[in-house]
């Protein structure tokens, strides 16, 4: 069944704006008018340039035979799921190599799915490897842990050291302990329009991560819930991600943590943090760290950008933690924050039509993926 999830520009103008010219004290909107469609996913398909060099596989030897034979674009088929070995690097993308399915066109797209190793190990390594503009799009991509309480640390995703431009995009990403998608030494990479969740565990469970320094990262137009942080950086200089249009749902309990987030390394908090423009449905009691944005040193650059989100929350949580928190000088000021997001707001959701729902905050009207704000059948 074709599923269409695409909204016009002109209907999504209409409904953004509609809230930063409610007052002045709303969001003040310093950026363009971004079109994502459909919150966490995305109706457009892969086309490939060059038909000689797609292949379709519907086995884990086929999969790793194309890999390895260079060929450009590599389809997994609707209704299949091809069952990885859970090691390290199981797949590993060679440079402007694109892995696909059509999530968003079907309601069965491909899988890649990853079982539970049984043996008393800790499991920290990624299954998938990245290299420069390589792309993962369009798939449900489950792993092996979905709960807080493991001694596993699977990665899903992660980057080869000085990758440039890679891109993961339009996919379901579930079940990775440790994270979903680590970017690592990795720059100019691009991670929008998934539905992201059931990253957790505890110390670590990360939707997206920018760490080792040298990372940078362009993340918008996803649904995040059940991970302890959604997005976050170890700290460490070069490192910086805009994260915009993006929304963060309440899943998780007392595993989930503030979910935007940048550490503090030898005295910095990465290079930059920019967060704009996003929904944070998040922040209810029965969450360990209720805080929506939390810096743990200055970036090299100054404090982050924090404007034009909408927050659930107040701006002080009434256990005494800030909506948006970080050390002295790490974020804007209380005046500024007030001024250029909106906190206190109700969110809502609602299913339109079998395939289309709605979330309502604010004066907004934006379309999300139904399975991310938990309206199924």
């Known amino acids: 069944m074709k599923v269409s999830q695409r909204i016009t520009l002109p ?4 409904t953004v ?5 409610e007052s002045e004290t709303a969001s003040e909107n310093e950026h363009s008018v971004f079109d994502c469609g459909t919150l966490g996913v995305n109706a457009t398909p892969v086309l490939p340039t060059d038909s000689n060099r797609l292949i379709e596989v519907s086995n884990y030897a086929a999969l790793v ?8 674009y590599i389809k997994v088929p609707n209704g299949v799921t091809i069952e990885i070995p859970n090691q390290q690097a199981a797949l590993a993308l060679g440079e402007h190599q694109t892995l696909f399915g059509e999530r ?3 309601d069965d797209p491909g899988k890649l799915r990853v079982a539970a190793n049984p043996n008393p190990t800790e499991d920290s390594y990624p299954v998938i490897r990245l290299s420069s503009y390589s792309r993962i799009s369009g798939l449900i991509v489950e792993g092996p842990v979905r709960v807080s309480q493991t001694t596993k640390s699977t990665i899903g995703m992660q980057t080869q050291n000085d990758s440039v431009g890679i891109r993961v995009d339009n996919n379901e990403i579930f079940g990775w302990p440790w994270a979903g998608v680590s970017l690592k030494r990795s720059t100019k990479a691009t991670v929008s329009h998934n539905y992201i969740h059931h990253n957790i565990k505890t110390e670590l469970g990360y939707g997206v991560v920018v760490q080792n320094g040298d990372t940078t990262a362009d993340i918008q137009c996803n649904i995040f819930d059940h991970n302890r942080h959604a997005i976050a950086g170890s700290g460490a200089l070069g490192e910086g991600y805009t994260a915009s249009y993006n929304l963060v749902m309440q899943g998780g309990g007392k595993a989930a943590y503030h979910q935007f987030d940048m550490h503090e390394k030898d005295g910095y908090g990465g290079s930059y943090v920019k967060v704009y423009n996003n929904w944070f449905n998040y922040g209810d009691f029965g969450t360990s760290n209720r805080s929506s944005v939390m810096i743990r040193a200055i970036p090299s650059e100054g404090p982050i950008e924090v404007s034009g989100n909408i927050f659930q929350s107040d701006f002080v949580i009434q256990n005494g933690q800030p909506t948006v928190d970080g050390v002295a000088g790490s974020i804007p000021d209380a ?3 007030r001024k250029k997001n909106q906190f206190s707001q109700a969110f809502s959701f609602k299913r339109e039509s079998e395939h289309v729902c709605v979330m309502s905050v604010a004066g ?4 999300v993926l139904c399975q991310g704000v938990g309206l199924t059948f």
């Open 17 to 21: 704006m509609a809230c930063s010219d």
């Open 364 to 367: 907004q009207t934006v379309p």
């Open 65 to 72: 035979s194309a890999i390895e034979s260079g060929y450009s």
């Open 104 to 106: 968003g066109i079907s």
């Open 11 to 14: 209907v999504l103008l209409l």
């Open 335 to 337: 005046e500024t924050l």
